[in-house]
Each structure stands twice: as C-alpha cells, then as structure tokens.
C-alpha cells in the first residue's frame, strides 16, 4: 500500500505550537512522507523553528515565502508536492499516530477519490468531537442515503475545511484546482467543492482524528467585514448549485441552507454597527434594502423556521420591512451610545 503522501503545513506566526504539529507528523507510524513547510513571511521566531526542525528530519522541506496568506500558501505547497496524494495541516494543529495510514487505507480500500476522517475540536482543556456513521457517497449514482449522509458531512462542517482529508493530487493538477486567493473566508469550501466535482466516490471514517486547536483562533467575530454577505452568498450559492448538478439537493438539504443564509443575512445586518463599520448613514440603508429583500434572504425567511433568532428579527426580515428595520436599529444604537457616555460620566 505505500504511496507517498505530500503534507502541506502553512505557518504564520506560530512558534508556540509548530514543534507540537510537526512532531505529530514525523512520529506517525506511516513514514512515506514529503512533509512541506511553509513560512508565510512569520515575524516570529517561527522561522527558525521550522529551520530547526528540518535538520532533524530528512522528510522535511521548509519554504520561505513574503507573507501572501494561507490560500497561496496551500497553492505553492501544491505546486512542489511530489506524492501522490496530498493533505492538508494548519500548524497549530496535530494528528493521530495513524493518521496518515488510516486516511490512506480509506482511499484504497475503498477506490475512492477523496477520504475524510473525524475533527476533534480543542476548546482548552475541552475536547469536543462529533461522531457521525462510517458512509460512503457515490457521487455518480446517489441514492436516498448518499442525500442523507452528504447532508450530515455538510451538517458537521466535515467537508468545509482542507484538513482531515486525502485528497488525489492528480485530480488537481489535471483540473487545474487551486484555493482562491481574493477571499480570505471559505476558501476552504470553495476548494473542496471545485474538487468534488470530479470525483466518483468519497468516503467518511470516524477515525482518524484530527485535532483542532481553537487556542490560536483569530477574533473575525469582532472585525467588520463589507463583504460578509456577498461572500455568504457564493459559499452558499456553490454548496447549492453542486448538490443541484449531483441529485443531492433534497428538502432537508434546501432547510440546511435556508439556514445558512438566514444566519449570514443576520450577521451582516447586524455588523454594520460595529464601530469600523465606514459606511454612510444612505450606505447603510441601501446595504439592509440589499440583504433584506434578497430573493436567497426572502425565500430563506419563507421556507424555515428560526426560533434561535429574535422575533421582532424574523417578523421585520420576513416582511420585508426594511425601513423599520434601520429605524430600530439605530435608535438602540443612539440608546447604546447615551448609556455608554452616561457611564463614562459615574466613572469620573
């Protein structure tokens, strides 16, 4: 079965956790590896970690790139992989010892053109991992529990990501498939789906386990972003648009992504108060004309439930009532502001 295996790890600032990935790595009990590091302009001493440990392992290849971000990363990892196949590894995570080997069995065995195995996600000293049924999907033929088990994979966001996966490197290059480097969010998804295209037949194991570090998570929560529904929207659109052309889009898969938009629709809407938020009061007004009266957003709002959402949200979206909508918004606003201040004043 021995194959090689080129593990592409991006870095960027990362000294903390770097040894930690890499020796998950090279201490794996499958050793046909091309391990490839590349350092995406860190700043820290992640550089010289990652020299360090090159010396220590002859498997290892270390690049040392201007700081271009994570997607050209990946992309120029592709470009230099000379295994068969190729996986993915963020450098603040790291991988069971069979890691390699068990993904690789899944492909073989299986005569599948992609194989995933589980996530679990690290909060702490928490460890959170879903466990779903072993399944395969016949992309070619599916049949009523292929539609179920591509809902799930989807459900448990087990085929949004670049990791936890096998991917066959001659599909990629043949398709010309690459991450797109003018977004910096789902990316990932984007990647993924362009490459299901071509594909007959992935399967899904529980194990192995792939462990991801939240430690190190980046606060996106926090920033505003202009294009945080326009850039929902293709995500969606591309999730939507494949199950379409594979027979997979069935009731409970349209639910699934109703959902989806609804919840990017609230996000964008309600981000536009945050305080970088550069945009005119006739800006914003016409951004909630735009987001409300969406056709996605309104038959989003139709056809699903939202009891997780405000009520006074879900009336005012689903009726469309986008002037009511900017008044409230903004009279909280001016409330929010008046307390602030008045605090501001007591602390003095």
Not at 118 to 126: F, L, M, Q, V, W
Not at 144 to 158: G, T
Not at 185 to 194: K, M, R, S
Request: glycine residues 4%.
């Amino acid at each position: 079965m021995s194959a090689l295996i080129s593990v592409i790890i991006p870095v960027y600032n990362n000294e903390k956790y770097i040894e930690r990935c890499i020796s998950s790595i090279c201490t794996n009990t499958y050793e046909e590896l091309d391990i490839i590091i590349i350092n995406d302009g860190s700043t820290d001493g992640s550089k010289n970690m990652c020299d360090k440990m090159a010396t220590s392992d002859s498997r290892i290849r270390v690049f040392h790139r201007e700081n271009s971000g994570v997607s050209y990363s990946r992309n120029f990892g592709m470009s230099v992989a000379l295994g068969e196949y190729i996986t993915f590894i963020d450098s603040d995570d790291y991988v069971d010892r069979d890691y390699f080997y068990e993904l690789l069995t899944i492909i073989k065995n299986g005569n599948s053109d992609l194989s995933l195995g589980s996530i679990a996600h690290i909060y702490g000293e928490t460890i959170d991992r879903k466990e779903l049924d072993d399944c395969s999907i016949n992309l070619d033929q599916p049949d009523d529990i292929a539609c179920k088990n591509f809902l799930e994979l989807n459900k448990a966001f087990f085929l949004y990501g670049p990791v936890n996966k096998l991917y066959k490197k001659q599909i990629i290059q043949e398709n010309h498939i690459a991450f797109p480097e003018d977004t910096s969010y789902g990316e990932d998804l984007l990647f993924n789906f362009e490459y299901l295209k071509y594909c007959k037949k992935i399967e899904f194991r529980n194990l192995p386990v792939y462990y991801y570090d939240h430690s190190n998570d980046s606060s996106l929560s926090h920033r505003y972003r202009g294009d945080l529904f326009e850039n929902g929207l293709r995500l969606n659109k591309t999730i939507i648009d494949f199950s379409k052309s594979h027979q997979l889009y069935t009731k409970a898969l349209e639910s699934y992504c109703a959902h989806r938009i609804y919840d990017d629709a609230y996000n964008a809407l309600f981000t536009l108060w945050k305080e970088q938020c550069p945009l005119t009061v006739k800006e914003k007004y016409a951004k909630i004309q735009f987001i409300m009266k969406h056709p996605y957003v309104q038959r989003a709002a139709q056809i699903g439930e939202y009891p997780d959402y405000p009520h006074y949200y879900n009336k005012m979206l689903k009726g469309g009532h986008v002037l009511l909508f900017f008044t409230m918004r903004y009279v909280l606003h001016y409330l929010s502001f008046i307390n602030k201040k008045r605090e501001e004043i007591q602390k003095k």
